[in-house]
């Protein structure tokens, strides 16, 4: 079935120890995202690709970098994790942009779960 | 920016309750999305609407546009509907705005 992976489903990193999360995709979709997720809150835009275009969202801290090598896959890096840096990372795509007649759905993949200690 | 507001917050139903969720918006869209999330666990997209009516299974989601409000419906509950629904909503950006979730607990 077409899906989005995200690998590993837990990872434990030592404060300030480099990190990489990592989602794939079977589906081809244009546009991937990554959301940070803390406990009770709603999910929270890091940034999205669209295509290779990358879009920063504003107060996302410069900690967190990412990188798509191609259609099917995209990482999430963080150069130095603190203590508020755990969280659940959830990976998304979505086929095309949202917007006007065309709208498109999301798929979500089931999330890596960060603790950092 | 788009306020989404979901209530209840939490819900205890007994098994075969029908539920409902509801959700409003304050800025006209082109989509909402209804989400599901298990304890620690990833995001299931259950519905995308964009006007009426969906049905999937015993879920059924409805929007109405005029008034920016949609609800969530489970009908014949089951404990493994417990999860957080999440409505969230996407209008003319990438970016989905989200509503902060109604905890749903199904007893037996």
């Known amino acids: 079935d077409a899906m989005v992976i995200q690998n590993p489903r837990y990872q434990v990193t030592q404060f300030g120890k480099p990190v990489t999360l990592s989602c794939s995709q079977t589906l081809n979709h244009n546009v991937m995202y990554w959301y940070q997720q803390k406990s009770s809150q709603a999910p929270k835009l890091l940034f999205h690709y669209y295509d290779k275009d990358f879009n920063n969202e504003a107060d996302t801290p410069d900690n967190f970098q990412s990188r798509r090598p191609n259609t099917s896959f995209c990482f999430l890096d963080i150069r130095s994790p603190g203590l508020g840096d755990a969280a659940m990372y959830l990976c998304?795509?979505?086929?095309?942009?949202?917007?006007?007649?065309?709208?498109?759905?999301?798929?979500f993949g089931s999330g890596t779960r960060l603790t950092v200690v | 920016k788009n306020e989404v507001e979901q209530s209840p917050q939490n819900l205890t139903a007994q098994e075969g309750e029908f539920i409902t969720i509801n959700c409003s918006y304050s800025v006209g869209i082109s989509a909402l999305h209804w989400l599901q999330q298990h304890p620690g666990g990833g995001i299931v997209s259950l519905f995308m609407?964009?006007?009426g009516k969906k049905k999937h299974g015993r879920l059924i989601a409805t929007i109405n546009i005029q008034e920016k409000h949609s609800s969530l419906h489970i009908t014949a509950s089951h404990p493994r509907d417990s999860a957080v629904y999440i409505c969230a909503v996407g209008g003319g950006s990438e970016k989905l705005v989200f509503g902060k979730g109604t905890k749903l607990t199904v007893n037996p």
């Open positions: 998304a795509t979505s086929r095309d942009r949202v917007g006007g007649a065309r709208n498109y759905g999301y798929t």
């Open positions: 609407l964009s006007s």
